[in-house]
């Protein structure tokens, strides 16, 4: 697992929801803020929050557009990868369009994850259901794969396809553990997939 995690925020779609990120950031991890003039306004409660936590944070200005300040943090995102391709990416927005990015880069063996603003509001309840999707594949996994660096490989893979993408996690799971273990991991997890991407945070 990367040891520096990068938080590309889409402010257009999140506004100040970002804020939350403040308190889980390491000294290593980088959140760059993407802005327009279309951007939404911070509140005195949360600047007075942001305050607390001076120069924890980046800010590109974007060009306004149709979809303009998507595609200028997604180039970014492409630089980023070039010049650090081991760090971890996520991109906080609601917007699912970035999905296909998240599929692009992680066919290519690059973490990179999108997080809503649901998930930034309400990490106690994120990091519950987390557990429950974790303790399902526990279950559903033989003792050889229960190790937390597998679960954790796995729980991702999930994340980044949907039930009704089950061949393309298939391939994901044998490009990023190994033919013969990710077929393996594919075969015990079938019998329950659907059930678990039921337990699967939005």
């Known amino acids: 697992m990367a040891s520096r995690k990068v938080y590309l925020v889409d402010t257009e779609n999140v506004g100040s ?17 993407f802005y ?41 995102l492409g630089y980023l990868i070039k010049t650090a391709p081991k760090s971890e990416y996520i ?6 369009g970035y999905d ?10 690059v973490e990179v994850s999108r997080r809503s603003k649901a998930e ?3 990490p106690k309840e994120r990091q519950a259901e987390d557990e429950d999707v ?3 594949l526990k279950e559903a996994l033989s003792e050889n794969y229960q190790t937390e660096e597998y679960l954790e490989a796995v729980y991702q893979m999930l994340r980044n396809y949907s039930v009704k993408q089950l061949q393309g996690l ?11 273990t990710g ?7 079938k019998p329950q997939i659907k059930n678990i991407y039921k337990k699967m945070p939005k």
């Open 17 to 33: 929801a970002w804020k939350e990120l403040l308190p889980q950031k390491n000294v290593k991890d980088v959140i760059i803020l």
């Open 36 to 76: 327009t003039e279309h951007s939404p306004g911070i509140s005195y409660a949360d600047l007075n929050l942001i305050r607390e936590y001076p120069s924890s944070f980046d800010m590109i200005l974007c060009y306004p557009g149709k979809n303009g300040l998507d595609f200028q943090m997604v180039s970014y």
């Open 91 to 96: 991109i906080v927005s609601n917007d699912t």
């Open 100 to 109: 296909a990015v998240v599929k692009f880069w992680s066919g290519r063996d």
């Open 120 to 122: 930034l509001t309400a």
């Open 134 to 136: 974790k303790t399902m």
């Open 170 to 180: 298939y391939f994901a799971l044998q490009k990023e553990l190994g033919a013969q």
């Open 183 to 189: 077929m393996e991991i594919y075969r015990q997890l």
